[in-house]
């Protein structure tokens, strides 16, 4: 499970995020990170009712972007390779619904890589 501490979870912090950061779509993900100073990674999971008016559906797919991060993180000996640290929004677009959990991991993976996003947890 995702631990308090790197949750995004107050509205101001979604703010900052939403008006200062950058944002990038990749298929039915969009990604919208902020560079903090907090010594940790912090994430934040948006899935609207323009991808379901079911609660439930909702909810597991946020289940499953969080287990997508999970599986991503990297707890080798605990320490980050480099020193950023960001605040991180995924938003689900309403094509998630047909995708399996792979894609999704495979779509938040690229994602990582491509534009060097540290994901490890506070210490």
């Given at each position: 499970?995702?631990?308090?501490?790197?949750?995004?979870?107050?509205?101001?912090?979604?703010?900052?995020?939403?008006k200062?950061?950058?944002?990038?779509?990749?298929?039915?993900?969009?990604?919208?990170s902020?560079?903090?100073?907090?010594g940790?990674?912090?994430?934040?999971?948006?899935?609207?009712?323009?991808v379901?008016?079911?609660?439930?559906?909702?909810n597991?797919?946020k289940?499953?972007?969080?287990?997508?991060?999970?599986?991503?993180?990297?707890?080798?000996?605990?320490?980050?390779?480099?020193?950023?640290?960001?605040?991180?929004?995924?938003i689900?677009?309403?094509?998630?619904?047909?995708?399996?959990?792979?894609?999704?991991?495979?779509?938040?993976?690229?994602?990582?890589i491509?534009?060097?996003?540290?994901?490890?947890?506070?210490?």
């Open positions: 499970m995702l631990g308090k501490i790197n949750r995004l979870s107050k509205k101001k912090d979604f703010e900052e995020v939403f200062g950061g950058k944002g990038f779509k990749g298929g039915f993900l969009i990604f919208k902020l560079k903090n100073n907090l940790g990674s912090r994430f934040g999971f948006v899935v609207s009712k323009k379901s008016n079911k609660a439930v559906l909702r597991k797919i289940r499953r972007l969080r287990a997508a991060v999970l599986n991503i993180i990297d707890k080798k000996n605990g320490k980050p390779s480099y020193n950023s640290h960001f605040d991180l929004i995924i689900a677009l309403p094509d998630i619904k047909k995708k399996d959990f792979a894609e999704i991991q495979d779509a938040i993976t690229q994602f990582f491509k534009f060097k996003i540290n994901v490890w947890f506070f210490s």
